[in-house]
């Protein structure tokens, strides 16, 4: 079985990831923006079960039933945990040993997305989910 | 002077950017993707006085001799980049900002650790 390691910036947070990905998604929303910090944010979606965590990150519940998983001593963003998807994780691509491994397969929440960064995915040709 | 405010998810954290930026730009290094688990992260970078900090005050974790990186702690929002290559300087993370559409990048830096998908060159300047 394959398994996918990373981890936060200052090493403090570590998991392991069993198994394939179910998806490989952009999000465009304003609300993972500013989770991330980064101009769009892609997250690898794994079964909740298949992602044990060496130490349990920080949590912040940015809105009902969602959870953000983060490093509280470098910042690194880790994952979501959502109830609407209550047996699935979203891991933050960039926290991966081998953020390569992954491309883009989806995209969330294209409309409220920046132009540039709509125009930089265009080629990826992503498909519309949730 | 054009004023531009950002924050953490939380809101707990707030700045506001004053003036133009010197530069905005892509990062494609492994230590900026770590830090904010985006894929890229992009900076818009001016003189540390062109930022003032409002709020609750970030955490500061120095991922390297030099350098200073700033979250918020309540939420983990990555916030601003300061490092001694680039001494006087803020470079904040455009996300961060309330209105992300006032700033587009102009370049990429760290372009040979860009993830393929996203390597400079073929689509963009
Ligand atoms: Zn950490
Ligand atoms: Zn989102
Ligand atoms: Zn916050
Ligand atoms: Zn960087």
């Known amino acids: ?130 | 002077m054009t004023e531009h405010h950002g924050g953490c998810l939380c809101g707990a954290t707030r700045f506001t950017f004053i003036g133009a930026p010197k530069f905005v730009g892509n990062c494609h290094c492994a230590s900026c993707r770590r830090w904010s688990g985006a894929a890229m992260s992009t900076f818009v970078g001016g003189r540390d006085d062109q930022v003032a900090w409002s709020g609750a005050a970030p955490a500061v974790y120095a991922s390297s001799p030099g350098v200073e990186r700033r979250h918020c702690p309540t939420c983990g929002t990555a916030l601003a980049y300061r490092g001694e290559g680039w001494p006087g300087e803020t470079h904040l993370m455009l996300g961060a900002f309330d209105d992300p559409t006032a700033f587009e990048p102009a370049g990429d830096a760290f372009s040979g650790e860009a993830l393929p998908w996203l390597a400079p060159g073929a689509k963009r300047a």
């Open chain 1, 1 to 130: 079985m394959t398994k996918f390691t990373g981890g936060c910036l200052c090493g403090g947070v570590r998991f392991v990831a069993d198994g394939a990905p179910r998806r490989v998604g952009v999000c465009h929303c304003a609300s993972c923006r500013k989770a991330t910090g980064g101009a769009f944010s892609v997250y690898v979606d794994f079964v909740r079960d298949a992602v044990v965590f060496d130490r349990a990150p920080a949590v912040f519940r940015s809105s009902r039933g969602v959870e953000r998983l983060f490093c509280a001593n470098c910042g690194a963003a880790l994952a979501y945990r959502g109830d609407g998807s209550a047996d699935e994780i979203n891991l933050h691509l960039g926290a991966f040993d081998a953020p390569a491994a992954f491309a883009p397969n989806a995209v969330s929440f294209e409309a409220d997305g920046l132009t540039w960064a709509r125009a930089a995915l265009a080629a990826l040709h992503l498909e519309n989910y949730g």
